[in-house]
């Protein structure tokens, strides 16, 4: 299997951590967002959205850099064509000059 780029990685984990603080923002806000005084669900629910995104984000450029540089290997792959023989006249001697 290939190995997975930085960006696919980020974006597994990203998301993992998403729904972890969903789980834990839908039952106890005060958990997730232990730094704001007064937290409700619907910060949860935003949070949430943002960090969907940014995993998502993440995701779609981590595959775009895989495909390119699986286009750039499979064009260092390719083999150019041998060129082919071309004839060359011979050049005629020079008369000398008088």
């Not at 780029?5 to 998403?18: F, V």
Request: proline share 11%.
């Amino acid at each position: 299997m290939n190995e997975l780029n930085g960006l696919l990685t980020g974006s597994i984990t990203l998301l993992l951590w998403t729904v972890v603080i969903f789980g834990l923002g839908m039952y106890k806000p005060k958990w997730p967002l232990f730094f704001i005084k007064e937290p409700n669900r619907f910060m949860v629910v935003a949070l949430t959205l943002i960090l969907f995104m940014v995993a998502w984000t993440m995701k779609g450029e981590g595959e775009k850099q895989k495909r390119q540089e699986a286009s750039a290997k499979e064009a260092a792959a390719q083999v150019a064509p041998a060129p082919e023989p071309v004839p060359v006249p011979v050049p005629t001697p020079e008369k000398p000059a008088k």
